[in-house]
């Protein structure tokens, strides 16, 4: 439906777009992502006309875009602009009605087709009860969705939209897009720039990365959002994993650390947070490892998503041999071993002994208690440097523990061992810590 | 109501309103007349077309069907003196508010008026240039090789045309016009005529008295010969407009909004830009500049009928045609020598001051 060659476009002395050439076939919906400033909105100026390119070719149902009048180019092309001017008092059908533009001859009046062209829009928008209302009174993401409803009484069979779900709420953003969706299955072919890139890798059938205005990557969602891909065009680091929802890639960005970290870290631990322990190491810079982790688990996910190598294994059961030998190697080429998020203590039975450990605040020890040889082996790794004022837990009294009230007071104890040792420690102890801060 | 039926509406009861006031402003003067004798003398004297003729080139054929008994002495005050005038003052006051409708949805400016883009000080340069130096005239004309007697209106709706399409020049480049360039370089070119306007005005002598006057906007002179030279022009050009009132409405919304609706934006704007130019110098070329008219009548009317264009030049340029009447009556009225263009300003632009404090009028 849509070709663009070899497009070059410069906006006073700046170049924009170099060089960028893509096809959107019939019936596709296409999200184009990438920074600001990457060229999404100029891109969009072009496909639909208004903009000439200074070199290259946009052909639109087999025509040359430059080649149509506005009125046949408009009959082929709706476009949802990032914003309009609406400053007068039109009312909301006016507005939409003014979609029928193309439609109508100079001298003709507006047909019963036309009508309902523009009221099947305003249903589809949901914008039909504030019909009457003047556009000048309604809220922004409700005169965003009176754009749309233009847009779609239009009845072009192509829709270009630049943001549109910019200024709309969680609803909105999803009615909207779920609408473009449906108008895609009809038949309509889509091209829209996006910025949350979870949504527009839920919703489109491919995605095309603008980066400095050249095209550095193009295809399904799943192939196109990783991590690497991310952090070149957007120049951020972002953890990307299975939405575990709608199962699509979701994008989550991470905040930049403090200090960064040079250094292997392994992370014992489940629960989001030790995924989000996880993801905060690996932004600083960290290798991470990690395991053993339930399958599914929210660390595990988080792992994935910071492309750090993790050890799963079957949720509520004892860690299987081989697992055991895979997170050995992990702690033992790792600089130091973190505690985070819910620990429990059948994955402390993995740990090997001498494992230097540090226990973030947001560790809390998950167990029956009756695992006291694991406990006596943390015990015997962790405090071995440690002045021993702490009491060991007598496991051989029968009287059954409170672990967790153990594990705390040992936690504490584990981070003075920390911060007495070398700087390495401290640092991960900060950037975890930090980083756990932050997100709240 | 759709539009097409409220246009009609409004613009009946408007049309109804202007001939009243027509008929009501032809009562008033030294002599007083009844309504009823203006009334008959008027339609006494109104050329109905009744066919088609073609000899001598294509024209219509007119009749006077109506011949009520009125006295001479009143039908002569009122079809000869008071009627050229107050039908002038209808077709000046129509041609500027819609010329200002035009501007202003064109400029998406409310401070956009008929004579933004260099009309009316185009026309001052001409006019008071054939006032005061009807010898540097006879230069230009003498070297362009046409008739050497000019008329002032004819210098004037010379100079009107010659600025406009100076600074839309000025304002284009390959081929778009940027309205936002148009605009300042409107500006620029009437300060710089208004220069040469100055210095003329200074050296002019005895003449000064009727430059000022043509400046301030006067129909003390109008004749029947004025109406009929301005009034096609205006009507004609006014129904090329009507057509373009949707486009107008569309172009309201930006103007790549508009061309993504199927709107040829650079030849639309090309289009209403000669037209509104070409009525606007019609009108300041017979009635000298009168100010405010085509700033304040589309802003009020809107407020009444909506910014829909469709309903909205035709309402607005009526309403012009009533506003100009009535302010030309007063001015008749209060002094037989008072500039036309210092009532409307006089009585326009605190009524606009109070719609303004009222928050009333603020954008289109």
């Given at each position: 439906?849509?070709r663009?060659?070899?497009?070059?476009?410069s906006?006073?002395?700046?170049?924009?777009?170099?060089?960028v050439s893509?096809?959107?076939?019939?019936?596709?919906?296409?999200?184009?992502?990438?920074?600001?400033?990457?060229?999404?909105?100029?891109?969009?100026?072009?496909?639909?006309g208004?903009?000439?390119?200074?070199?290259?070719v946009v052909?639109?149902?087999g025509?040359?875009?430059?080649?149509?009048?506005?009125?046949?180019?408009?009959?082929r092309?709706?476009?949802?602009p990032?914003d309009?001017?609406?400053?007068?008092d039109?009312?909301?059908?006016?507005?939409?009605?003014m979609?029928?533009t193309?439609?109508?001859?100079r001298f003709?009046?507006?047909?019963?087709?036309d009508?309902?062209a523009v009221e099947s829009a305003?249903e589809?928008?949901?914008?039909?009860e504030?019909?009457?209302?003047s556009i000048?009174?309604?809220?922004g993401?409700?005169?965003?969705?009176?754009?749309?409803?233009r847009?779609?009484?239009?009845?072009?069979?192509?829709l270009?939209l630049?943001?549109?779900?910019?200024?709309?709420?969680v609803?909105?953003q999803?009615?909207?897009l779920?609408?473009?969706?449906?108008?895609?299955?009809?038949?309509?072919?889509a091209v829209?720039?996006?910025?949350?890139?979870?949504?527009a890798?839920?919703?489109?059938?491919?995605?095309?990365?603008?980066a400095?205005g050249d095209?550095?990557?193009s295809?399904?969602?799943?192939?196109?959002?990783?991590r690497?891909?991310?952090?070149?065009a957007?120049?951020?680091?972002?953890?990307?994993?299975?939405d575990?929802?709608?199962?699509t890639?979701?994008?989550?960005?991470?905040?930049?650390p403090?200090?960064?970290?040079?250094a292997?870290?392994?992370v014992?631990g489940?629960g989001?947070?030790?995924?989000s322990?996880?993801?905060?190491l690996?932004?600083?810079?960290?290798?991470?490892?990690a395991?053993?982790?339930?399958?599914g688990?929210?660390?595990?996910t988080?792992?994935?998503?910071?492309?750090a190598?993790?050890?799963?294994?079957?949720?509520f059961?004892?860690?299987?041999v081989?697992?055991r030998?895979?997170?050995?190697e992990?702690?033992a080429?790792?600089d130091?071993t973190?505690?985070?998020?819910?620990?429990?203590?059948?994955?402390?039975?993995?740990l090997?002994d001498?494992t230097?450990v540090?226990?973030?605040?947001?560790?809390?020890?998950?167990?029956?208690g009756?695992?006291?040889e694991?406990?006596?082996?943390?015990e015997s790794?962790?405090?071995?440097?440690?002045d021993d004022?702490a009491?060991?837990?007598?496991a051989?009294?029968?009287?059954?523990?409170?672990?967790?009230s153990w594990?705390d007071?040992?936690?504490?104890q584990?981070?003075?061992?920390a911060?007495?040792?070398?700087?390495?420690?401290?640092?991960v102890t900060d950037?975890?810590?930090?980083g756990?801060?932050?997100d709240? | 109501?759709?539009?097409?039926?409220?246009?009609t509406?409004?613009?009946a009861?408007?049309?109804?309103g202007?001939?009243?006031?027509v008929a009501?402003?032809?009562?008033?003067g030294?002599?007083s007349?009844?309504?009823?004798v203006?009334a008959?003398?008027l339609?006494?004297?109104?050329?109905?077309p009744?066919?088609v003729?073609?000899?001598?080139g294509?024209?219509?054929?007119?009749?006077h069907?109506?011949?009520?008994?009125?006295?001479?002495t009143?039908e002569?005050i009122?079809?000869?003196?008071r009627?050229?005038?107050?039908v002038?003052?209808a077709v000046?006051?129509?041609?500027?508010?819609?010329?200002?409708?035009?501007?202003?949805?064109?400029?998406?400016n409310?401070?956009?008026?008929?004579?933004?883009?260099?009309?009316?000080?185009?026309?001052a340069l001409?006019?008071?240039?054939?006032?005061?130096?009807?010898?540097?005239i006879?230069?230009?004309?003498?070297?362009l090789?046409?008739?050497?007697?000019?008329?002032?209106?004819?210098a004037?709706?010379?100079?009107?045309?010659?600025?406009?399409?100076?600074?839309?020049?000025i304002?284009?480049?390959?081929?778009?016009?940027?309205?936002?360039?148009?605009?300042?370089a409107?500006?620029?070119v009437?300060?710089f005529l208004?220069a040469?306007?100055?210095?003329?005005?200074?050296?002019?002598?005895?003449?000064?008295?009727?430059?000022m006057y043509?400046?301030?906007?006067?129909?003390?002179?109008?004749s029947?010969?004025?109406v009929s030279?301005a009034?096609?022009?205006?009507l004609?050009?006014f129904?090329?407009?009507?057509?373009f009132?949707?486009d107008?409405n569309?172009?309201?919304?930006g103007?790549e909004?508009?061309?993504t609706l199927?709107?040829?934006?650079?030849?639309?704007?090309?289009?209403?830009l000669a037209?509104?130019?070409?009525?606007?110098a019609?009108?300041?070329?017979?009635?000298?500049?009168?100010?405010?008219?085509?700033l304040?009548?589309?802003?009020?009317v809107?407020l009444?009928?909506?910014p829909?264009?469709?309903?909205?030049?035709?309402?607005?340029?009526?309403a012009?045609?009533i506003?100009?009447?009535?302010?030309?009556?007063?001015?008749?009225w209060?002094?037989?020598?008072?500039p036309v263009g210092?009532?409307t300003a006089?009585v326009?632009?605190?009524?606009?001051?109070?719609?303004?404090?009222?928050?009333?009028?603020?954008e289109?």
């Open positions: 439906m849509i663009v060659d070899d497009l070059s476009v906006l006073g002395d700046t170049p924009v777009l170099d060089d893509m096809a959107v076939d019939d019936g596709e919906l296409v999200g184009l992502v990438g920074a600001n400033g990457a060229g999404k909105t100029t891109l969009l100026r072009v496909l639909s208004v903009l000439a390119p200074d070199s290259g052909t639109v149902g025509d040359a875009v430059g080649s149509l009048g506005a009125r046949e180019r408009s009959r092309i709706a476009v949802v990032q309009t001017t609406l400053n007068f039109f009312s909301v059908r006016d507005v939409v009605a979609g029928r193309p439609h109508r001859g003709e009046r507006a047909s019963s087709e009508a309902d305003m589809r928008t949901t914008v039909t504030f019909a009457d209302t000048r009174a309604v809220s993401g409700e005169r965003q969705r009176v754009v749309l409803a847009a779609l009484a239009q009845e072009a069979p192509v270009l630049d943001e549109p779900t910019a200024s709309l709420d609803n909105h999803i009615r909207t779920d609408l473009v969706a449906d108008l895609v299955a009809e038949g309509r072919t829209a720039a996006i910025h949350d890139l979870s949504l890798a839920r919703y489109c059938d491919r995605l095309v990365v603008l400095d095209v550095v990557a295809g399904p969602p799943e192939r196109v959002l990783d690497s891909t991310v952090g070149d957007f120049d951020a680091d972002a953890a990307v994993v299975a575990p929802i709608t199962g890639p979701a994008v989550t960005p991470l905040s930049s403090n200090r960064p970290l040079d292997t870290v392994h014992v489940t989001s947070d030790a995924g322990a996880i993801a905060t690996a932004a600083a810079g960290a290798t991470v490892t395991g053993p982790v339930p399958a688990d929210a660390a595990a988080a792992a994935t998503g910071v492309d190598a993790v050890v799963t294994v079957p949720p059961e004892d860690v299987p081989h697992a030998g895979h997170v050995r992990h702690v080429s790792a130091v973190v505690l985070a998020g819910t620990v429990h203590d059948r994955a402390l039975t993995v090997p001498e230097a540090v226990a973030t605040d947001t560790a809390v020890f998950h167990g029956d009756e695992r006291a694991s406990i006596e082996t943390i790794v962790a405090l071995a440097d440690a004022h009491t060991a837990p007598d051989s009294d029968g009287e059954p523990r409170n672990a967790s594990f007071e040992r936690a504490v584990l981070s003075t061992l911060q007495r040792t070398d700087g390495l420690m401290e640092d950037a975890v810590s930090d756990v801060t932050d709240d | 109501m759709r539009p097409g039926v409220r246009a509406t409004y613009s009861v408007l049309a109804i202007l001939l009243a006031t009501g402003a032809a009562t008033v030294p002599e007349i009844s309504y009823l203006v008959k003398a339609l006494n004297a109104t050329p109905v009744v066919g003729s073609i000899e001598g294509l024209g219509l054929v007119l009749a069907p109506f011949a009520f008994e009125v006295p001479q009143s002569l009122v079809v000869r003196l009627a050229p005038r107050i002038l003052a000046v006051g129509f041609a500027l508010a819609a010329a200002g409708t035009v501007m202003q949805g064109f400029f998406r409310p401070m956009a008026d008929p004579s933004i883009v260099g009309v009316s000080s185009g026309a001409g006019a008071v240039a054939a006032i005061t130096a009807p010898s540097a006879a230069v230009v004309t003498g070297l090789g046409v008739p050497a007697v000019v008329g002032v209106q004819t004037a709706f010379v100079g009107a045309i010659v600025a406009a399409f100076l600074v839309y020049a304002a284009t480049e390959g081929g778009r016009t940027p309205v936002a360039t148009l605009l300042l409107g500006v620029a009437q300060t208004g040469i306007v100055s210095f003329l005005i200074i050296h002019s002598g005895d003449s000064i008295r009727r430059a043509w400046l301030m906007g006067d129909l003390n002179n109008a029947w010969g004025d030279v009034a096609p022009v205006v004609v050009l129904a090329v407009l009507l057509p009132a949707r107008l569309v172009l309201l919304l103007e909004d508009a061309q199927g709107i040829e934006v650079e030849r639309t704007k090309r289009l209403l037209i509104g130019s070409v009525v606007t019609a009108a300041v070329a017979v009635a000298g500049i009168i100010g405010f008219v085509g304040v009548v589309p802003h009020v809107r009444v009928v909506g829909d264009h469709r309903v909205l030049l035709p309402t607005s340029a009526l012009g045609g506003f100009l009447v009535a302010s030309d009556t007063l001015a008749r209060t002094a037989a020598t008072l210092v009532v006089a326009g632009a605190p009524f606009f001051l109070f719609l303004l404090r009222r928050r009333e009028v603020h289109l």
